[in-house]
């Protein structure tokens, strides 16, 4: 056979013979690149979903909390509510999504400026929202909303084309299969080939999410969970291997380490400059993630909270993932509604400094943590939280130069401006603000051309 012909065969047979090109090992699947659209979308909305939403008092965790823990006030809240002997299995038929409209949730989170929704599929209670053939009895198909509400979010979504994260939690408290390898010290791995990881991969083939946000991992070891044999095969042979994002919360010892984008702990604020990709995830209900009746304006994030949290985090280089949590009904209610459009007329107006931006050289002013920095190439956006009294804002950091100009998104035309010190910083001039005896809006951000 001609050398040709013989370059030609390997070349045809190469990528069947070559090895896939993350092995199931945390060098290999760590360096994998993350997928551009993750850093670019910036704002997420999170959804925790479930039969915690029936009782809806505590917090999500209200199974655990209840029987786990055995806690005297969730005890006395069931046996005041509920008759005697009612078990957790018994609010799922109350769990009833009547009022879930998937397309008003999708232009509501559209108008909230997200750019993707990451939905709770399975908690720590084990009640799956699809139809999933290893949970049966208690899915939302079979009991309850009797529908997918999984597939039906997602359809919603993607007309609004809107990224879809899927959470999933890795453990349940009290299935007998995870029981009993638990009590075997994670030496058997019985719930994990029979119910876990089976419900995974059908996560996967059949909603194809964008992003896997995994959950409960903080028990057992990635040996036991198989974690890395999953992701070398997300990575490499999935049908969405090219464009999906995982986070970091794959075994006991992966968090703020290993796995795509960290977010190290709920609600993470890392203080400086990370040097690896991360997210914050929020809740605008200060107290819990699923809904609760009993919650009180004073635990509910204001607008100027959120705003503050956000620029924190992109400045920062973070991704930020809101969460609301809705009624057993599926109605997400008024105030987080509010809370959500009120930040998607912010980014109307001030999106240009976040989505797609890069953190700048410095991220805050050092004098202030009211001054934040995002940039887009060689523009940089200086993001202030409070106005000043007198009307002009002092940036020490910027380095000006004659050419430089200065304006504010959201207002026609450029803004007079002053070196602060010979060589750096500015003094802006901002435009006028009729006087008011209630504070502003937070949160505006100037635009600067020319300057290092």
């Known amino acids: 056979?001609?050398?040709?012909?013989?370059?030609?065969?390997?070349?045809?047979?190469?990528?069947?013979?070559?090895?896939?090109?993350?092995r199931p090992d945390w060098g290999s699947l760590d360096a994998r690149p993350l997928p551009a659209w993750f850093d670019r979308a910036k704002v997420g909305v999170f959804v925790h979903w479930g039969v915690f939403s029936v009782p809806a008092w505590g917090s999500e965790w209200f199974w655990w909390h209840w029987q786990g823990q055995r806690n005297a006030a969730y005890e006395r809240f069931v046996r005041t509510r509920f008759p005697p002997g009612t078990s957790y299995a018994e609010f799922a038929p109350h769990f009833t999504a009547y009022d879930f409209q998937p397309r008003q949730w999708a232009e509501l989170f559209w108008r909230a400026g997200a750019r993707y929704v990451v939905l709770t599929t399975k908690h720590h209670e084990g009640f799956t929202n699809w139809g999933s053939p290893r949970s049966w009895n208690w899915n939302s198909v079979d009991v309850g909303p009797h529908?997918?509400?999984?597939?039906?979010?997602?359809?919603?979504?993607?007309?609004?084309?809107?990224r879809y994260g899927l959470y999933h939690s890795?453990?349940?408290?009290?299935?007998?299969?995870?029981?009993?390898?638990?009590?075997?010290?994670?030496?058997?791995?019985?719930?994990?080939?029979?119910?876990?990881?089976?419900?995974?991969?059908?996560?996967?083939?059949?909603?194809?999410?964008?992003?896997?946000?995994?959950?409960?991992?903080?028990?057992a070891p990635d040996s036991?969970?198989?974690?890395?044999?999953?992701?070398?095969?997300?990575?490499?042979?999935?049908?969405?291997?090219?464009?999906?994002?995982?986070?970091?919360?794959?075994?006991n010892r992966c968090s703020c380490r290993h796995g795509g984008f960290y977010n190290c702990a709920d609600k993470y604020k890392p203080g400086t400059l990370p040097d690896h990709k991360w997210e914050m995830c929020s809740s605008i209900d200060r107290l819990s993630w699923g809904y609760r009746s009993n919650m009180s304006i004073a635990e509910v994030m204001d607008e100027a909270s959120i705003i503050e949290e956000l620029v924190q985090t992109v400045s920062l280089g973070g991704n930020y993932l809101l969460?609301?949590?809705?009624?057993?009904?599926?109605?997400?209610?008024?105030?987080?509604?509010?809370?959500?459009?009120?930040?998607?007329?912010?980014?109307?107006?001030?999106?240009e400094a976040i989505y797609e931006s890069r953190p700048w050289r410095v991220q805050m002013e050092n004098s202030t943590d009211t001054v934040w920095y995002t940039s887009k190439g060689q523009v940089v956006y200086a993001i202030f939280l409070l106005w000043p009294r007198d009307s002009v804002l002092k940036l020490c950091s910027p380095i000006p130069c004659p050419a430089t100009q200065v304006t504010m998104l959201g207002y026609a035309g450029t803004?007079?401006?002053?070196?602060?010190?010979?060589?750096?910083?500015?003094?802006?001039?901002?435009p006028y603000m009729l006087p008011s005896p209630l504070p502003?809006?937070?949160?505006?951000?100037?635009?600067?051309?020319?300057v290092l």
């Open 415 to 430: 803004l007079k401006w002053q070196e602060k010190t010979p060589g750096k910083g500015l003094l802006i001039t901002l």
């Open 1 to 22: 056979m001609a050398a040709g012909a013989v370059l030609c065969v390997a070349a045809a047979l190469g990528p069947c013979l070559a090895a896939p090109p993350y």
């Open 323 to 351: 969460n609301v949590g809705p009624t057993k009904e599926g109605v997400i209610v008024p105030i987080f509604q509010e809370r959500l459009l009120a930040l998607g007329r912010w980014l109307d107006i001030n999106g």
């Open 224 to 251: 036991y969970w198989n974690s890395t044999s999953f992701l070398a095969w997300l990575y490499n042979d999935s049908p969405v291997k090219d464009a999906v994002v995982v986070n970091d919360r794959w075994c």
């Open 147 to 162: 529908r997918d509400l999984v597939g039906e979010l997602g359809e919603a979504l993607r007309e609004r084309n809107l």
């Open 170 to 219: 890795l453990m349940e408290w009290f299935n007998p299969l995870y029981l009993a390898d638990k009590k075997n010290g994670f030496k058997t791995q019985n719930f994990v080939a029979k119910k876990m990881m089976p419900e995974l991969y059908d996560l996967v083939l059949k909603y194809k999410p964008d992003l896997i946000w995994s959950d409960g991992d903080w028990e």
């Open 440 to 450: 502003p809006q937070s949160g505006w951000a100037v635009k600067l051309e020319g």
